[in-house]
């Protein structure tokens, strides 16, 4: 994969060695040697990564930038690797407190150093297609404009952490440091603790294979988008490039230090907690997409995308697909005569009886005004005329119970009910088929069904 990478060192000679080893693998590399010139260069280009060196003289040190960078909306969410000399385990936690996602001692092996870029720039590649998709819905007005980052917004409680190792002594280390704030649980346990949010794996493991573990977890869907933290020893550069390979997010070494797992558990949970707000937004996003406001049943948009498919599958020897159309009688005059919050909520009790008196494999949706569609797949005529005429009883049972009116409202419907029986329907001439007959029910009094079958229509 191709990406911009920022190099922020001091010395030119480190700039252009990493410049060299990163153009070899064909990414782009932005330069700079002093911390505040990276945070106002990576604000302005937007690098896809960060590599930073802590020991930078005057102004701002690597720990301060990479805080000022987390700090910012417009790049809070590029993946910051810190780079240092210094390798004592006081720094390295500072460096992933000061919210770098990974920290790396000169001189970095370059096996290892490629394998965390790939691994950090493969999630960024996820977060910002997250990211773009929902900037979308707030452009189109289908998702509300937040008044913060929601990155920002997350703080850090309790999550369930689900352990995969079969080292006592280890385990013990871990549920000791990471129980302080989290729910720690072994596998066959986290039943009883809920849905982990981050997943801590030994591939030193002796009993089970701790790879095999990752790719699974990787493959199945409900586990895909979980962080997951690899424990290798400290010299096994070949297992933890092999972990990163596979799909896990982040690496830990033995021993393990109780600061170090704590501070990457809290990076990779929070990161978690945000692509899953982003996620769900886009999954509201969709919903409001697709739904009317004021009923919340399916809106025209959503019908048309259905009807086309069904009608297609019926016309090559599929089931059958019938629709109704529904009117709400003498509508204008009730919202000429009590106004139009008194028809919002007979739209909307109408709605829920609508809702209510179909099957949940059909699809009730409002096309407009007081007028409805449902979708009837795998219904024949005759059927589709039965529904319809027990939702008529249904919705004439009872009168509608309208708030701020002393009396409640009488209220019927007229269905008109066609089902796709020609080869050459589309949805266009099915519906006009069931407004025809929709009409006919109108003049002949309203409160009543007609079905209007292709060869009646023909």
Known sequence: MSARILVVDDLEANRRLLE????????????????????????????????????????????????????????RHIPVVILTTLDDRDNKVRGLQAGAEEFL?????????????????SLKIVTDELRLREANGRRLGVIEELRHDPLEQLRLSAGNVLLVDDNATQIRAMQAALGIEHRVSLLGEEAHAGPPDLVVVSVAAKSFDGFRVIARMRSGEPTRHLPILAIVDCDDRKRAVRALELGAHDIITRPIDEDEIIARARTLMRRKRYMDALRSRLDQSLELAITDQLTNLYNRRFMNA???PLLQRAQCGGDQVSIMVIDIDHFKQCNDTYGH???????????VRLATNTRPSDFACRM?????????PRTAGDIACLAAERLRRHICSSPFSVPGLPMPLDITVSIGVSCA?????????LIKRADE????????GRNRVIGRTGAQAA
């Open 437 to 444: 007959a929709l009409y006919e029910a109108k003049r002949a």
């Open 306 to 308: 259905q009807l086309g």
């Open 341 to 351: 919050d008194a028809g919002d909520a007979v739209l909307r009790e109408f709605a």
């Open 368 to 376: 407009g005004g007081e007028e409805f569609v449902v979708i009837m």
């Open 421 to 429: 029986e020609r080869g050459d329907d589309t949805p266009d001439t």
């Open 105 to 121: 001692t000169k001189p970095i092996d370059d096996v290892q150093l490629m394998a965390r870029v790939k691994s950090l720039l």
């Open 20 to 75: 060299a080893k990163l153009t070899a693998d064909y990414y782009e590399v932005l330069m700079a040697q002093r911390g505040e010139e990276a945070v106002q260069l990576a604000k302005r280009e937007r690098p896809d990564l960060i590599l930073l060196d802590v020991m930078m003289p005057g102004g701002i040190d690597g720990y301060e930038a990479c805080r000022r960078l987390k700090a910012m909306p417009e790049t």
